[in-house]
């Protein structure tokens, strides 16, 4: 048996361009990558076409259970318009959902956005550049360490708040988590500040007492004057299946209302997002393309699919 | 998905038992239901491809062994080929003649770097050395703080300066050398493999430090991009091996072998959770398992394998049908049965096995079996002999000794019988397909089984056993009679 089982596997079927990031895949005014665009426009799908379709999706992320659905579905629609068109119109079609961000909390009610996740995926990272986005947009904003766990987290939340000037409220590593939400949101409350954003723990999705302690942070968090209005699942685009087992997860211990997808600047496609959206109906809300504090931007479906398929 | 797989894989066995050799349409079949579970399992397309192709060079017009069915004995040979290439290789941490030995750990962002680095610490010290910690991730905002907590609970220095990381790395060497410490573990900041700069400045860390060991930091949750990852790291950094972090997340963890699999280095650390304490040597075995998420199916094949003892069974057969089957021979069956444990489980493993027989095996309680062995351990080896020698005296205490009833006993002894009186019929039923006949055998003990109490528990399974072990006799044992028409069982090959 040989150490290497592959020795030059066959290039991510996709981008002119493999090493170019999102933005310029975004800018990027190429065709469709080749393979998919060399099919032919026949209504009738070959099983030549609908394996380089499955290879597309499945190299992406996607999963074999919604990629078995997407082929069914090219196989009844057909592709009169080409297998590009009728395999972009699905995906779009699956990414239906309403994107809408809530800013405001009812009146004498602080709004409060909730940021959960398994470990390492940039929770905190995030937070410190939709911070600078609400105060680019005007808001005050307060942050909430809410990660009393990992060595240093705070530090980390702590330096973000530094470099974008907004609040923050911490404790000592080992505190309860609650509480410091609590406190954060008292002294928003207090002083009127427009926002909080708060940070959790990472924590893996297959914890009962993990995510029950989510839970009692979440219901802390929207306990008056605070109002939980965005609970947001941040989601590292490397990231394979278990996606899926997390976003479920996080969903019943927390009421996610948002993915953000995060580094999506290197070769990971994220296409895993397309079976969370068509299973649990949670909508991608941001994108993290970088680690400088302007890299995350709006999710855009159409843009995100074809970047998925090489566009 | 387990249950939709293993009906598949069944599906498959019925359909093929006849045949003496795995053939390529098996292998297709088979080998379809595997590629979906190693595409679930993260693994990437690419690796899955060239793996499955290899394991079909492997098995390739195998003889089909006679305790197997042939979609488990591709699972099987799937199971080892995983072994056998996430366990290739493997590298023993030894040190460095002239210390310190240097471990340079890298990777993306948020694969778990830091922690492994403190718990790479940790285990140094256990294994007896003195280990340093050299903070190179300055890009990370308190990354290098992180580490000093870490380090600091487990009595490690950590190393560090504002300045850059290379010139970081260089220091902390030349510290750890000053401190005579001789292991110093390098931590750098996560880093995009198609970051050109970042991943030229990892290369002129290696370059200034020369490590002994550089491991890629890589989380077990990675998709598809598993491979890119790894192959970029290694082109850049010639990796000694990977450390495969979040272990404890319920992932089956596909990326390890898609990593493995493009850089040919082994797997020579696993992390399984948060404390610092999590964190072991790498089981092939283990991992190979959870890839395949075939557990259940995998314990299965191994008990039905290593217990399921032949001999015992078509001795017993061989009495059944002279009508010589004493309660002796039933409890041997029974500990055979017991052996492999849970009943239900080891029916849907039988080559053969009906679905009557199946769901007559899930009813058996295992209670009810319980009792039937306390009243038979209960009796005298001549009474198990000769049960016609239980006279209300010797019932009395046979129930009194089993901590049941007369009546139990009267009852168990009644099944017994009639029991005996069917296989003497069936032995002389001048049938010449005996496995047809023990068959039925086995479905009518179901049936009763399904009736009610007809037939003592454990009866029912016991005709399965029966009909698979006359079917394949291994050695010609007892007075059994070789059979024209059941599986041949030629030595294995390989």
Request: charged share 25%.
């Amino acid at each position: 048996m040989p150490d290497l089982l592959v020795r030059d596997s066959a290039p991510m079927p996709s981008l002119v361009d493999n090493a170019a990031t999102l933005n310029q895949r975004l800018s990027s005014s190429r065709g469709v990558f080749e393979r998919v665009r060399s099919i032919s426009g026949a209504s009738e799908l070959s099983s030549g076409d609908l394996a380089i379709v499955e290879e597309v999706l499945l190299r992406s992320d996607v999963g074999v259970t919604t990629t078995n659905a997407v082929l069914e579905e090219l196989k009844t629609n057909g592709a009169p318009d080409g297998v590009t068109g009728a395999l972009r119109e699905i995906l779009l079609n699956s990414l239906g959902a309403d994107r809408s961000l809530a800013t405001t909390a009812d009146v004498d009610r602080v709004p409060v956005w909730l940021f959960v996740g398994v470990n390492g995926v940039g929770k905190t990272t995030t937070i410190g550049k939709l911070a600078k986005r609400h105060l680019d947009a005007g808001r005050t904003v307060l942050l909430a360490a809410g990660d009393t766990f990992r060595a240093a987290a705070a530090d980390q939340l702590e330096l973000w708040a530094t470099r974008t000037g907004a609040d923050i409220v911490r404790a000592n590593e080992g505190a309860d988590p609650g509480s410091v939400v609590h406190d954060a949101i008292g002294r928003a409350f207090a002083r009127h500040v427009d926002i909080v954003l708060a940070d959790t723990a990472g924590r893996r999705a297959n914890s009962t007492n993990l995510l029950d302690e989510l839970s009692k942070v979440r219901r802390v968090a929207d306990r008056s004057p605070g109002q939980v209005v965005e609970t947001l699942l941040v989601l590292d685009a490397t990231t394979g299946q278990n996606a899926l087992s997390q976003a479920r997860e996080f969903l019943a211990a927390s009421g996610v209302t948002g993915i953000v997808l995060t580094k999506l600047d290197g070769t990971a496609r994220g296409g895993i997002v397309i079976a969370i959206e068509r299973d649990l109906g949670i909508p991608v809300k941001f994108v993290g393309i970088g680690e400088g504090v302007d890299d995350l931007i709006v999710f855009e479906p159409v843009d995100f699919v074809d970047s998925l398929l090489g566009a | 998905m387990f249950d939709a797989l293993s009906d598949r894989l069944e599906r498959l066995s019925s359909s093929l038992r006849s045949r003496g050799r795995l053939s390529d349409a098996d292998l297709d079949e088979a080998l379809g239901d595997v590629r979906s579970a190693l595409l679930e399992a993260d693994v990437e397309l690419g690796v899955v491809n060239a793996f499955l192709a290899a394991v079909r060079e492997r098995v390739s017009g195998d003889v089909l062994t006679q305790s197997l069915t042939p979609g488990q004995q591709v699972i099987k040979a799937v199971h080892e080929q995983l072994i056998e290439v996430l366990g290739a290789t493997p590298l023993k941490v030894t040190y460095a003649a002239k210390p310190p030995t240097v471990v340079l750990l890298a990777g993306l962002q948020g694969a778990g770097k830091t922690t492994a680095a403190a718990k790479l610490a940790a285990w140094f010290k256990q294994q007896g050395r003195q280990p340093y910690l050299i903070a190179a991730d300055l890009q990370r905002p308190a990354a290098v703080e992180q580490l000093r907590v870490l380090a600091q609970s487990i009595g490690v220095d950590v190393f560090s300066e504002p300045s850059s990381p290379i010139d970081v790395a260089k220091k902390g060497l030349k510290e750890a050398t000053r401190l005579g410490r001789d292991v110093v573990i390098i931590d750098t900041a996560g880093r995009l493999a198609i970051d050109k700069a970042l991943m030229d400045e990892v290369r002129a860390i290696a370059k200034a430090t020369s490590p002994d060991y550089t491991f890629l930091v890589i989380d077990a949750v990675t998709g598809q991009d598993a491979v890119h990852t790894a192959r970029s790291f290694h082109d850049a950094l010639e990796l000694s091996g990977l450390i495969v972090t979040k272990l404890d997340y319920d992932a089956r963890g596909g990326a390890v072998l898609s990593a493995r699999g493009v850089v040919g280095r082994p797997v020579v650390f696993a992390s399984t959770g948060e404390k610092i304490s999590d964190f072991d040597l790498f089981y092939p075995e283990r991992m190979a398992s959870r890839i395949l998420g075939m557990g259940d199916v995998l314990s299965l094949i191994e008990q039905a394998e290593r217990t399921m003892d032949a001999d015992v069974v078509a001795e017993s057969a061989g009495r059944m049908m002279s009508g010589t089957f004493t309660l002796d021979d039933f409890m041997a069956q029974l500990g055979q049965v017991r052996k492999m444990g849970s009943l239900g489980g080891i029916m849907k493993l039988m080559p053969g096995v009906t679905k009557e027989m199946r769901n007559a095996a899930s009813n058996v309680n295992e209670d009810d079996l319980n009792r039937t062995e306390a009243i038979v351990r209960s009796m005298t080896p001549k009474e198990r002999r000769d049960p016609s020698i239980l006279d209300g005296s010797r019932r009395t205490r046979i129930a009194k000794g089993s901590a049941t009833s007369v009546s139990a006993v009267n009852q168990l002894l009644k099944q017994f019988s009639e029991m005996r009186k069917m296989m003497r019929q069936m032995g002389s039923g001048a049938n010449p397909a005996m496995p047809q006949g023990m068959g039925r055998m086995a479905q009518l003990a179901a049936r009763g089984a399904q009736r009610g109490e007809q037939l003592p528990p454990g009866f029912e399974a016991l005709g399965a056993g029966m009909a698979s072990a006359v079917a394949t006799p291994r050695t010609g044992g007892g007075k059994n009679k070789k059979k024209k028409g059941g599986r041949v069982t030629p030595p294995k090959q390989r």
